[in-house]
Protein backbone atom coordinates (compact mmCIF):
# COMPACT_ATOMS: atom_id res chain seq x y z
CA UNK A 1 0.00 0.00 0.00
CA UNK A 2 1.46 3.45 -1.15
CA UNK A 3 2.68 6.09 1.91
CA UNK A 4 3.99 9.18 3.15
CA UNK A 5 7.68 8.84 3.69
CA UNK A 6 9.56 11.60 6.22
CA UNK A 7 13.36 12.03 6.36
CA UNK A 8 14.57 12.38 9.08
CA UNK A 9 12.70 10.76 11.60
CA UNK A 10 14.54 12.56 14.52
CA UNK A 11 16.60 16.08 13.49
CA UNK A 12 18.17 18.03 16.17
CA UNK A 13 19.62 21.41 15.52
CA UNK A 14 20.78 24.36 17.08
CA UNK A 15 18.83 27.73 17.78
CA UNK A 16 19.30 29.13 14.77
CA UNK A 17 19.93 27.42 12.56
CA UNK A 18 18.01 26.03 9.65
CA UNK A 19 16.69 22.98 9.07
CA UNK A 20 15.00 21.44 5.84
CA UNK A 21 12.42 18.29 6.98
CA UNK A 22 11.47 16.41 3.75
CA UNK A 23 8.66 14.39 2.87
CA UNK A 24 7.54 11.96 -0.23
CA UNK A 25 4.32 12.33 -0.53
CA UNK A 26 1.70 9.39 -1.76
CA UNK A 27 3.04 9.37 -5.97
CA UNK A 28 -0.55 10.15 -7.79
CA UNK A 29 -2.19 13.08 -4.92
CA UNK A 30 -2.01 16.73 -5.78
CA UNK A 31 -2.23 18.21 -2.29
CA UNK A 32 0.03 18.62 0.41
CA UNK A 33 0.23 19.43 4.06
CA UNK A 34 2.55 20.09 6.60
CA UNK A 35 1.05 19.98 10.61
CA UNK A 36 2.77 20.01 13.98
CA UNK A 37 2.71 18.19 17.09
CA UNK A 38 4.18 19.73 20.21
CA UNK A 39 4.85 17.05 22.98
CA UNK A 40 1.58 16.67 24.55
CA UNK A 41 -0.27 18.72 22.59
CA UNK A 42 -2.94 18.77 20.12
CA UNK A 43 -1.93 18.22 16.14
CA UNK A 44 -1.88 21.90 14.09
CA UNK A 45 -2.28 22.67 10.64
CA UNK A 46 0.82 24.70 9.34
CA UNK A 47 0.06 25.00 5.74
CA UNK A 48 -1.59 23.25 2.53
CA UNK A 49 0.48 22.94 -1.19
CA UNK A 50 -1.28 22.65 -4.32
CA UNK A 51 -0.22 23.53 -8.06
CA UNK A 52 3.21 24.72 -6.28
CA UNK A 53 1.61 27.41 -4.49
CA UNK A 54 0.21 27.81 -1.09
CA UNK A 55 -3.41 27.48 -1.01
CA UNK A 56 -4.02 27.38 3.18
CA UNK A 57 -1.96 28.75 5.89
CA UNK A 58 -2.33 28.88 9.39
CA UNK A 59 -0.89 31.69 12.00
CA UNK A 60 2.09 29.75 13.16
CA UNK A 61 3.51 29.71 9.72
CA UNK A 62 5.34 32.90 9.41
CA UNK A 63 8.11 33.99 7.62
CA UNK A 64 10.38 31.72 9.18
CA UNK A 65 8.85 28.65 7.49
CA UNK A 66 8.63 28.08 3.48
CA UNK A 67 7.84 24.99 1.16
CA UNK A 68 8.44 23.60 -1.87
CA UNK A 69 8.27 20.93 -4.36
CA UNK A 70 11.77 21.13 -5.69
CA UNK A 71 11.19 18.33 -8.08
CA UNK A 72 8.29 16.07 -8.69
CA UNK A 73 8.74 13.54 -5.64
CA UNK A 74 9.94 15.34 -2.53
CA UNK A 75 8.31 18.27 -0.56
CA UNK A 76 10.12 20.17 1.92
CA UNK A 77 9.10 22.10 4.66
CA UNK A 78 12.08 24.95 5.56
CA UNK A 79 12.44 26.54 8.77
CA UNK A 80 14.77 29.31 8.31
CA UNK A 81 16.02 30.37 11.86
CA UNK A 82 14.77 27.63 14.36
CA UNK A 83 13.50 28.42 17.76
CA UNK A 84 13.19 26.40 21.23
CA UNK A 85 9.55 26.50 20.55
CA UNK A 86 9.88 24.81 17.35
CA UNK A 87 10.68 21.57 18.88
CA UNK A 88 7.70 19.56 17.89
CA UNK A 89 6.92 16.11 15.77
CA UNK A 90 6.44 17.30 11.47
CA UNK A 91 3.95 15.88 10.02
CA UNK A 92 3.73 15.56 6.41
CA UNK A 93 0.39 14.53 4.40
CA UNK A 94 -0.94 13.83 1.30
CA UNK A 95 -4.12 13.67 -0.62
CA UNK A 96 -5.71 13.14 -4.17
CA UNK A 97 -7.84 16.14 -4.03
CA UNK A 98 -8.62 18.91 -1.09
CA UNK A 99 -11.77 17.58 0.61
CA UNK A 100 -10.52 13.71 0.04
CA UNK A 101 -9.03 11.80 3.05
CA UNK A 102 -5.24 12.94 3.78
CA UNK A 103 -2.57 10.59 4.63
CA UNK A 104 0.08 11.07 7.07
CA UNK A 105 3.36 10.40 7.36
CA UNK A 106 5.38 8.83 10.21
CA UNK A 107 6.62 12.07 11.86
CA UNK A 108 10.15 13.98 11.55
CA UNK A 109 11.03 14.66 15.39
CA UNK A 110 12.45 18.10 15.39
CA UNK A 111 14.60 18.97 18.80
CA UNK A 112 16.02 22.85 18.82
CA UNK A 113 18.48 23.17 21.55
CA UNK B 1 -15.31 26.00 13.01
CA UNK B 2 -17.66 24.17 13.76
CA UNK B 3 -16.55 22.62 17.37
CA UNK B 4 -16.52 19.03 18.47
CA UNK B 5 -16.76 17.52 22.30
CA UNK B 6 -15.11 14.34 23.04
CA UNK B 7 -14.49 11.99 26.18
CA UNK B 8 -10.69 12.35 27.23
CA UNK B 9 -10.21 9.15 27.86
CA UNK B 10 -12.33 5.76 27.54
CA UNK B 11 -11.09 1.79 28.74
CA UNK B 12 -12.24 -1.28 26.21
CA UNK B 13 -11.38 -5.03 27.30
CA UNK B 14 -9.84 -6.78 24.00
CA UNK B 15 -12.62 -8.43 21.42
CA UNK B 16 -15.42 -6.22 23.05
CA UNK B 17 -16.85 -3.79 20.97
CA UNK B 18 -16.30 0.06 21.39
CA UNK B 19 -18.22 3.23 21.54
CA UNK B 20 -16.52 6.35 20.78
CA UNK B 21 -18.84 9.48 21.42
CA UNK B 22 -18.84 12.95 19.97
CA UNK B 23 -21.22 15.90 19.85
CA UNK B 24 -21.24 18.77 17.27
CA UNK B 25 -24.17 20.83 18.06
CA UNK B 26 -23.17 23.45 16.07
CA UNK B 27 -22.66 20.91 12.98
CA UNK B 28 -23.44 23.12 9.76
CA UNK B 29 -26.01 21.60 6.94
CA UNK B 30 -22.43 21.22 5.07
CA UNK B 31 -20.15 19.78 7.39
CA UNK B 32 -19.08 16.08 7.49
CA UNK B 33 -17.87 14.06 10.16
CA UNK B 34 -14.49 12.53 9.91
CA UNK B 35 -12.75 10.19 12.39
CA UNK B 36 -9.25 10.09 11.97
CA UNK B 37 -6.97 8.26 14.79
CA UNK B 38 -3.37 8.22 15.94
CA UNK B 39 -1.54 5.31 17.62
CA UNK B 40 1.47 5.89 19.94
CA UNK B 41 4.60 7.89 18.48
CA UNK B 42 2.70 7.72 14.73
CA UNK B 43 0.98 10.26 12.45
CA UNK B 44 -2.87 10.59 12.16
CA UNK B 45 -4.22 7.37 10.34
CA UNK B 46 -8.25 8.47 8.50
CA UNK B 47 -10.89 6.09 9.84
CA UNK B 48 -13.72 6.71 8.50
CA UNK B 49 -16.43 9.73 7.97
CA UNK B 50 -20.37 10.30 6.82
CA UNK B 51 -22.46 13.35 6.31
CA UNK B 52 -26.03 11.85 7.23
CA UNK B 53 -26.46 8.27 6.89
CA UNK B 54 -24.66 5.32 8.83
CA UNK B 55 -20.90 4.52 7.74
CA UNK B 56 -18.92 0.67 7.65
CA UNK B 57 -15.79 0.35 6.05
CA UNK B 58 -12.91 -2.49 7.24
CA UNK B 59 -12.15 -0.90 10.16
CA UNK B 60 -14.85 0.78 11.78
CA UNK B 61 -18.70 1.97 11.47
CA UNK B 62 -20.19 5.10 12.18
CA UNK B 63 -23.45 6.01 13.72
CA UNK B 64 -24.61 9.35 13.04
CA UNK B 65 -27.78 11.21 15.04
CA UNK B 66 -30.97 11.79 13.07
CA UNK B 67 -29.95 16.12 13.96
CA UNK B 68 -26.34 14.75 13.18
CA UNK B 69 -25.76 16.87 16.54
CA UNK B 70 -23.71 13.69 17.36
CA UNK B 71 -21.88 10.65 16.66
CA UNK B 72 -20.25 7.49 17.44
CA UNK B 73 -17.65 5.42 16.28
CA UNK B 74 -17.61 1.69 17.35
CA UNK B 75 -14.71 -0.69 16.44
CA UNK B 76 -16.70 -3.69 16.60
CA UNK B 77 -14.31 -6.19 18.41
CA UNK B 78 -11.36 -3.73 19.98
CA UNK B 79 -7.75 -5.40 19.81
CA UNK B 80 -4.80 -4.35 21.30
CA UNK B 81 -3.58 -2.17 18.03
CA UNK B 82 -6.79 0.23 18.72
CA UNK B 83 -5.04 1.36 21.23
CA UNK B 84 -4.98 5.12 20.30
CA UNK B 85 -6.05 9.15 20.55
CA UNK B 86 -9.76 8.97 17.92
CA UNK B 87 -10.48 12.39 16.90
CA UNK B 88 -13.55 13.51 15.69
CA UNK B 89 -13.73 16.36 13.14
CA UNK B 90 -15.64 18.33 11.12
CA UNK B 91 -14.36 19.33 7.28
CA UNK B 92 -17.08 21.42 5.40
CA UNK B 93 -15.63 20.95 1.95
CA UNK B 94 -17.08 23.79 0.56
CA UNK B 95 -16.17 26.50 3.10
CA UNK B 96 -12.98 28.55 3.75
CA UNK B 97 -10.40 26.66 5.86
CA UNK B 98 -11.69 23.35 4.14
CA UNK B 99 -8.08 22.04 3.03
CA UNK B 100 -6.70 22.09 7.35
CA UNK B 101 -8.05 19.12 9.25
CA UNK B 102 -8.53 20.85 12.79
CA UNK B 103 -7.66 18.60 15.53
CA UNK B 104 -9.32 18.77 18.84
CA UNK B 105 -7.64 16.60 21.96
CA UNK B 106 -9.45 13.62 21.11
CA UNK B 107 -10.25 10.55 22.79
CA UNK B 108 -7.56 7.88 24.18
CA UNK B 109 -9.17 4.86 23.90
CA UNK B 110 -7.25 1.81 26.46
CA UNK B 111 -7.66 -1.44 25.65
CA UNK B 112 -7.22 -3.70 28.32
CA UNK B 113 -6.03 -7.35 27.70
Known amino acids: EPEVTQTPSHQVTQMGQEVILRCVPI?????FYWYRQILGQKVEFLVS????????KSEIFDDQFSVERPDGSNFTLKIRSTKLEDSAMYFC???????????FGPGTRLTVL | DAKTTQPNSMESNEEEPVHLPCNHS???????IHWYRQLPSQGPEYVIH???SNVNNRMASLAIAEDRKSSTLILHRATLRDAAVYYC??????????????FGKGTKLSVIP
Open chain 1, 93 to 103: ASSEQDTDTQY
Open chain 1, 27 to 31: SNHLY
Open chain 1, 49 to 56: FYNNEISE
Open chain 2, 26 to 32: TISGTDY
Open chain 2, 50 to 52: GLT
Open chain 2, 89 to 102: ILRDPSGAGSYQLT
